[in-house]
């Protein structure tokens, strides 16, 4: 398979006249990769059709959310049906309580949700809440964990010392991320000396706990209960941040995971997106009733949307969380997504590539490293000119996945054995081209 980008390098430079850099998110401009963006013509269950009608098995799955591959019938149904009986209302509908009770269910430790239309709109508003429930100011977030573009949250620390941020992006004023405390993800110590530092102040401590941001990190489970314990100790609302995570690395989320190895466990606030809208603009955040309590109307900390709740979008959402419950689709995902892994490390090994890879449920991430990273400097140890090769290697050959070493990779049910069979084929022949 030759790659012919002709017709998509046409549609870029007319993009690239009228959108900043051609894309409305700037990683789709395959900057890091180089080479031109793939423009989606249309897709069906695993696969998606450029502009020049080149089919490629999909990887990223609109970053996460199309757990069910696309055009999945019953979503699409109740999608079309939802569309025919109105677009939006700016008043409440049943189907909204509907899918509050569906993730309530999944997610137990959440007893009240909102629903939103973005993660960076969800994520943004937890930290309000929780600054605002507990009257303080300073949050704790970690370096290579990406929790929407927010001001407060465009933050990573300089060295791998505890230091108050400085904003990640131009336009965002330093007076912004004063309170914005940015550590190493997995260092308990320099947890532990943070809070030692700044306990009383602190409203909240906001985590991927499977960082799908630099590529796929765990926390790990003594990590995990160091968070947990000292918010608790100090008073600071633990949020955990499932955007990526959330109905995707287990039905139960994160979350779930880490309960079956730290009894009782559970976040304050967790913050969902992705899989929860099927690939519709919806977004929640939810936790505690009386932290919930605290949002308007009921409270004193305002959050609103226009498009909150959106009919189409939560009958979107609600076709594919009862679709994803159905028994066996969570094993059956998994085990795809562990027959990925295994084999793709199985091919690097036999290439002589050095290839380290983990996943949970549908996701999944791997380096071109000898041993699995735990923060993010580890990451970018990755062979960044190895991976663009790798990149653009499998897209030759009809694989895409994330344009960008430090993204995560995403299964669906759609994708069958032969798919993978496929992506490992390609994967032996693009490995062998890597320098030794
Ligand atoms: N939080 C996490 C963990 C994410 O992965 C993302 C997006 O990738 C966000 C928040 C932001 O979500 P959105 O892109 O819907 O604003």
Same mark, same amino acid.
């Given at each position: 398979?030759?790659?012919n ?7 870029m430079?007319?993009? @690239? *006249? #009228?959108?900043? $850099? ?9 900057r +890091?990769? &180089?080479? %031109?963006p793939r423009?989606v013509?249309?897709?069906h269950g ?18 996460g ?7 999945h ?10 569309a025919?009986?109105g ?6 509908t049943e ?6 009770e569906?993730?309530?269910?999944l997610?137990?430790s959440?007893?009240?949700? @909102? *629903? #939103?239309?973005? $993660?960076?709109?969800a ?5 309000r809440? +929780?600054? &605002?429930? %507990?009257?303080?100011?300073?949050i ?9 573009h ?14 108050f941020?400085n ?12 309170h ?6 997995n ?28 590529n ?6 003594e ?8 918010? %608790?100790?100090?008073?600071a609302?633990l949020?955990?941040d499932?955007?990526m ?6 039905l139960g989320?994160?979350q779930?995971v ?10 304050d606030?967790?913050v969902?997106g ?8 919806l977004a929640?955040?939810?936790?505690k009733?009386s ?5 308007a ?15 189409v ?23 795809k997504?562990q ?6 490390k ?44 790798l990149?653009?290697?499998?897209l ?5 996945i ?15 054995d032969a798919?993978?069979d496929?992506?490992?084929d390609?994967a032996r ?5 890597l320098?030794?």
């Amino acid at each position: 398979m030759t790659s012919n980008t002709d017709l998509n390098d046409a549609l870029m430079a007319r993009a @690239r *006249l #009228v959108i900043p $850099g051609g894309v409305n998110s700037p990683v789709r401009a395959f900057r +890091a990769v &180089g080479g %031109t963006p793939r423009f989606v013509q249309r897709a069906h269950g695993a696969y998606f059709w450029d502009a020049n009608d080149q089919r490629y098995i999909d990887y990223i799955g609109s970053w996460g959310p199309m757990i069910l591959g696309h055009g999945h019938p019953a979503v699409l149904e109740a999608v079309r049906k939802a569309a025919e009986q109105g677009f939006s209302f700016g008043a409440p509908t049943e189907r909204e309580i509907e899918l509050a009770e569906e993730i309530l269910s999944l997610v137990p430790s959440m007893e009240m949700v @909102r *629903l #939103v239309s973005s $993660g960076t709109e969800a994520g943004m508003s937890a930290i309000r809440l +929780a600054r &605002g429930a %507990t009257g303080r100011d300073k949050i704790i977030k970690f370096e290579g964990c990406y929790h929407g573009h927010a001001d407060a949250l465009l933050v990573k620390a300089g060295s791998g010392l505890a230091t108050f941020g400085n904003p990640t992006s131009a336009g965002v004023p330093p007076e912004v991320v004063q309170h914005t405390l940015v550590l190493e993800y997995n260092n308990v110590a320099q947890l532990e000396e943070a809070f030692a530092e700044h306990g009383p102040a602190i409203a909240g401590l906001i985590m991927e706990p499977i960082a799908g941001n630099m590529n796929f990190v765990r926390a790990s489970v003594e990590f995990t209960r160091r968070c947990r314990e000292l918010c %608790t100790q100090h008073g600071a609302l633990l949020i955990y941040d499932e955007v990526m995570t959330g109905c995707r690395v287990a039905l139960g989320s994160a979350q779930s995971v880490y309960a079956q190895a730290i009894p009782g466990f559970e976040p304050d606030i967790t913050v969902m997106g992705k899989v929860i809208g099927g690939g519709m603009p919806l977004a929640a955040f939810g936790g505690k009733r009386s932290v919930m309590e605290q949002l308007a109307p009921l409270g004193p900390v305002y959050q609103a949307g226009t498009l909150s709740g959106n009919p189409v979008a939560t009958a979107c959402g609600l076709a594919t969380l009862r679709e994803i419950k159905r028994p066996g689709f969570f094993e059956s995902l998994s085990a795809k997504t562990q027959r990925l892994v295994d084999g793709l490390k199985t091919v690097a090994a036999e290439e002589g590539v050095p290839f380290v890879a983990d996943c949970q449920g549908g996701m999944f991430g791997f380096f071109l490293l000898p041993t699995l990273p735990q923060n993010y400097t580890e990451v970018m140890k990755s062979n960044g000119e190895h991976f663009n090769q790798l990149f653009h290697a499998l897209l030759d050959r009809g694989v895409y996945i994330a344009p960008a070493l430090y993204e995560a990779g995403f299964v669906s049910g759609a994708h069958s054995d032969a798919d993978i069979d496929a992506t490992l084929d390609a994967a032996r022949e693009a490995f062998r081209e890597l320098p030794k």
